[in-house]
Every structure is written in C-alpha cells, then in structure tokens.
C-alpha cells in the first residue's frame, strides 16, 4: 500500500508541471462506522451520522482521466444501543485521499466521473460517552500502538471508490464508499480488530473552471 501511495504521488509531481489544475473547498454528511472483533465475537456496532470537510484538487492527465488528491477533516465514529445503556464513540480524523478517474462527457461541458484509490488518515484523537440507567459518563480516546494503554492506532490506510456529478462552471456533487483495511485495536489479531467504514455524499466546488467549463 505505502508503495502505490508513493507512486500515486510521483504521478501527481510529474503531470502537475504540465497538467490543468483546479482546487476548491468540499463538505458532506457521512454514515461512518467501526467494525471488528472482541474474542472472536463480532462487536454490535452501528453506524451513526456525521460529517466531512476540506479540500481537493482537480489534476487533468488528459481530457478524460484525472488524479484528485484531497485533505479532509473527518469526524468518524459508531454507536451501540443495549437494553438499559447506550453508547458512542467519535474520532477526530484527518484524512488524504489519493484518487485517480475518469470522466465522461464532453470537456467543457457537465461530466459525470468514477474514482478509486487508496486514502492515508491520522487519528488525532476522541471521545468515548455511555448512558446507563439515565447517568452519563465520557472518557478520552487514547491513540497509540501499546496495547495495555491505548484504544486506537494513530495511521489508518484503506481505499475508496466514489461517483461525481460536475456541472461545466465546476460545481459537483460526490458520492463515496471507504473501507479501512488497517486493524486499529492496538495489538489486535483477527479475533480483536477494528476496521473504519464511511460513507457519504458531498458538495463542492473547482475554482480554476472557466464559463464554458474548461480549465
């Protein structure tokens, strides 16, 4: 993985000397989740609804396909629901996706696009809250690799496969699909996991598209 994210990267460095670029801001709400084991058991986790928000770049390879690397924040997370308590957990993450597309459509005018790559995101931190008979408690997240001290590795690295819809004058509208492939339970084997799953729909805009829609 760390090895097509590097050659991804080497892409964008050689095309963007000669490559069309546009950038702009992107935000959407997301259904995120945390799935795994706990002793074999899978843990009942639901997902729980949220939100993402950053930027991305637009880097033309040729009329049809484009690298679209971005930074988001992201508040990632999950929920559970018992008889008598319940529960939620939520993490600060900032993410960079690395995808590479292709458009159809004619240039300059609307075109709709397919993207697929890896994504590298930093955990920086969260919260734990349960309530159990109408009392309500929190505790911070710890991030980190031991397994005795901490609840959540810092890296995650996973991929992502997402649709777009942009109209010629750059305005989109995005949907997207991500599945870590990271086991975050520090120390954790395939009986004691925990992998991110998100899913969302965005909105945003290219500054850098003309009127007719070409960069």
Known sequence: MKKVIFSMMCLMAAASGRAQVSFGPEAGVIF?????KTNGATEPTKAMVSFRVGGVADIGLSERFFFQP???YVLNGFKVDYV???GSCKVHTLELPLNIGCKFGKP???RFSIGVG????FNMGGTLKQTSYGTSESMSIKIGNDANTDNLKRTDVGLGINVAYQLSYGLFIRGHFQQGITNLEPGGDSNNSTFSTNSGISFGYLFGVNKKGKK
Not at 32 to 36: A, D, E, F, L, S
Request: glycine share 22%.
């Open 32 to 36: 995120t989740n945390y799935t795994g």
């Open 70 to 72: 971005g930074l988001l």
């Open 84 to 86: 008598v308590s319940s």
């Open 108 to 110: 300059g005018g609307d």
């Open 118 to 121: 890896p994504y590298l995101a």
